[in-house]
């Protein structure tokens, strides 16, 4: 997902004598974000959002999962529907989506490049 001014920084710890690189992204003052990681489906991010309502863009098609928490999702064309726990929704790439936090909710985003 892309949001609004993110910071991001990147981790690097040892593991077994290996470099890993952990990518850490904050949008929205903190109140979005995500660690990157690599999962057996392609790159993934794993994430937290805070109450409130947020705008994204897609550089690709992205299948956000809805882990804990109700997540309200707007998607191009549609209207507001409600996703919670086990839920979830696929955006189209190259578009802008919304979405809304009533409460905490994590997710896992996974993107087909």
Not at 68 to 91: E, I, M
Not at 99 to 104: N, T
Request: glycine letters at 14%; aromatic letters at 12%; a positive charge.
């Amino acid at each position: 997902m892309i949001g609004g001014g993110p910071a991001v920084f990147i981790v690097k710890f040892a593991k077994k004598g290996h470099n890993t690189r952990m990518k850490h992204n904050s949008y929205f003052e903190g109140k979005v974000q995500s660690l990157a990681v690599a999962t057996p489906e392609g790159p993934a991010t794993v994430g937290v959002i805070e109450p409130g309502k947020y705008s994204f863009g897609t550089d690709c098609e992205e299948h956000m999962h809805v882990v804990a928490g109700t997540l309200k999702a707007k998607l191009p064309g549609g209207d507001w529907r409600s996703y919670g726990q086990g839920q979830h929704f696929v955006v189209p790439p190259h578009v802008k989506f919304e979405v809304e936090a009533a409460g905490d909710v994590a997710y896992l985003c996974y993107y087909k490049r």
